[in-house]
């Protein structure tokens, strides 16, 4: 498919003279090219300029509204012709406001006006439009054949940015991520040329997507493969009794090594949750609570704790009780907000000395600071995770080692009234240095949380690692002019 429009030369002109004068150019093209836009001002601008994370608000060029695949090409050449760099939005959750283009003056191209989810069911492949939420397509696929695939807690939360950057939740160990339910994506590529990619077709640019998916084009349509939603899933806590550094080393000991020697099941989901009220272990397990107990029964005796708020449900049942939301079926508009900065890590097992620094930071430094902050844990990796079992080559996404990738770590420290502090980052720096500074360079951090407060060189490296130059290489090809810029984007091999 290809489309193409020419800019009247007066406006390239203007445009290339001033910002104001390109956003008049943006706006005289996308008319011309019958892209639906927000008129500036209005509630839908309001709405769509509004970031999930009140600490970074960006002032857009402009705000397109596509509806259909050829606006979405329309949308990327006016960009390139007008000299704007483009971004998609989906679900709008990212951390560092990317979907906004992370800076002032981008075109943002806002999806969620394309949410639609079809189920076919004779191959049992979901074909979802760019911008539908996790819990609206995780509703359609289940109403549509009783099918789902893994991903993430969060309801709000796009499709588009988060089955992209990989996409982890509470059936991840035994289902692996978002992205590896993956089939097939239609993407719109710099030059406004859509192609679809796969296992079989544009197998570089797939691969590409992979993991890094927000650097190469516009997602226009995904295929998911699905899986039958399980019948029977269990819920449940567990208290951890983690009052002091002691007891969080010996503890978190305990847990790496159930989870470095294979000893939880595959069926096992599970994470920590530490805040200033407390540290819990919260779980999902596919089967019953009888076996989810004999299953925990040789990790809870070393912890000295017991199982509570045990729920047996099923697939939808499970969603919602750790959606922490009323509504799980969200499409527009939605309105919640926090105010946060946010830190991510990789990591393998740690060595004692690193565990000792980490858990006296959390009970010294942590335990001290009154704002909102919670750390969690994700038992992700080891012999029996589905992540881990996906062939490293499959994508970008880098982190598919069983040992050198156990432990997924989401930091998250916010206020709940008023700005974000100045001299707040410190807190979350220290905690993250205090991981990284004893484990050389086996350690990388995750895209989907992602800390803006690194430099593009940086980021690109600790994201990405050992993808990084096929990538470096892949963008050179189809975006040299690196007009899917955002201050952490992949940069063009030179
Ligand atoms: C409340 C909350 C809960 C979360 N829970 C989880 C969780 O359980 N597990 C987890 O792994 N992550 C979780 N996340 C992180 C989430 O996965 C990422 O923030 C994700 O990138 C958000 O996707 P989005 O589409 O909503 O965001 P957006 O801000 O719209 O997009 C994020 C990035 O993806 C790009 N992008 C979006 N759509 C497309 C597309 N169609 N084609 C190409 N690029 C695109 C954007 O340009 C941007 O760079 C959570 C985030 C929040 C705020
Ligand atoms: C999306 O769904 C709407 C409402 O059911 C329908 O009108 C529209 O044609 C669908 N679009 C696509 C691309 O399937
Ligand atoms: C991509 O695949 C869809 C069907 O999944 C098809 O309709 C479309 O023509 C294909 N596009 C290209 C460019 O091959
Ligand atoms: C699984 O769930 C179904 C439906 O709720 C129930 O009838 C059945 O007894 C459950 N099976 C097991 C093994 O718990
Ligand atoms: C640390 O906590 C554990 C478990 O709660 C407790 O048994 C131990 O006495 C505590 N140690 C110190 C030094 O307070
Ligand atoms: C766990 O349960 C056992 C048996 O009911 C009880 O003896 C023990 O005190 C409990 N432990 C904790 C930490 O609550
Ligand atoms: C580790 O934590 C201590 C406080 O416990 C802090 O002073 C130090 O700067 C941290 N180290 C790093 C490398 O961030
Ligand atoms: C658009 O870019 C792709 C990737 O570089 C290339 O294969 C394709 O030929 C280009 N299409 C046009 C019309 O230039």
């Known amino acids: 498919m290809r489309f193409t429009f020419a800019l009247s030369t007066t406006a390239a002109v203007l ?10 150019a943006i706006d005289e093209c996308l008319e011309a090219a019958g892209v639906p836009v927000d008129a500036p001002d209005s509630e ?14 960006y002032l857009p060029a402009a705000i397109a509204v596509p509806t259909t695949l050829e606006h979405i090409q329309a949308a990327v050449l006016c960009a390139a012709e007008v000299g704007l760099k483009v971004n998609p939005k989906s679900g709008g959750h990212s951390y560092a406001s990317f979907g906004l283009g992370g800076e002032d003056g981008h075109l943002v191209v806002q999806l969620d006006r394309m949410n639609n989810v079809t189920l076919d069911t004779e191959t049992q492949i979901a074909t979802v439009q760019p911008g539908a939420r996790l819990g609206h397509v995780a509703t359609l696929i289940y109403e549509q054949g009783k099918r789902a695939f893994s991903h993430g ?22 289902h692996g991520l978002a992205v590896d339910w993956i089939v097939g994506a239609t993407v719109v590529l710099a030059n406004g040329t859509a192609v679809n990619a796969s296992e079989t077709e544009n197998k570089d640019i797939f691969w590409a997507l992979k993991g890094a998916g927000s650097n190469f084009g516009i997602v226009a349509s995904f295929q998911f493969n699905t899986f039958a939603a ?5 819920t449940y806590q567990v208290r951890l009794p983690w009052s002091n550094s002691t007891a969080i080393v010996k503890g978190w000991g305990h847990i790496q090594d159930w989870l470095g020697s294979g000893g939880m099941p595959e069926k096992m989901n599970m994470r920590v949750l530490g805040d200033r009220s407390g540290t819990q272990l919260q779980g999902m397990y596919y089967g019953n609570a009888c076996d989810m107990k004999a299953a925990l029964k040789p990790l809870l005796k070393n912890l000295h704790a017991n199982v509570s708020d045990v729920k047996e449900t099923d697939w939808m049942g499970a969603f919602e009780n750790y959606a922490y939301s009323d509504e799980i079926d969200i499409t ?15 990591t ?11 858990a006296d930071y959390w009970t010294k430094v942590a335990r001290l600071n009154t704002r909102t902050w919670f750390l969690i844990i994700d038992l992700y990796g080891g012999p029996n995770s589905a992540i881990t079992k996906v062939p490293t080559e499959a994508g970008s996404y880098a982190y598919r080692d069983p040992k050198k990738h156990l432990f997924l770590y989401e930091l ?8 974000y502090p100045e001299n707040g980052f410190s807190f979350l720096d220290g905690w993250v240095g205090n991981f990284t500074q004893g484990l050389g360079k086996d350690w990388g951090m995750y895209v989907n949380y992602a800390d803006p407060r690194m430099s593009r060189t940086e980021a690109q490296d600790v994201y990405y690692r050992q993808s990084l130059p096929r990538l470096r290489d892949i963008k050179k090809q189809i975006d040299p002019t690196d007009l899917f810029y955002y201050p952490q984007a992949v940069e063009p091999a030179v």
């Open 15 to 24: 445009a290339a003279a001033h910002p104001h004068a390109k956003r008049a």
């Open 44 to 57: 839908d601008w309001e709405l769509d300029v509004n970031p999930f994370n009140q600490r970074l608000p």
């Open 153 to 174: 807690t969060c309801p709000g939360v796009g499709v588009g940015g988060h089955s992209l950057h990989g996409g982890f939740g509470f059936s991840s160990h035994t």
């Open 230 to 234: 399980p019948e029977n899933v269990t």
């Open 332 to 346: 527009r508009p939605y309105e919640q907000v926090e105010t946060f900065y946010s830190k991510s890590l990789v």
């Open 348 to 358: 393998p097992a740690l060595p004692e000395d690193v565990l000792q620094n980490v």
């Open 412 to 419: 998250y420290d916010r206020t709940m009234f008023g700005d």
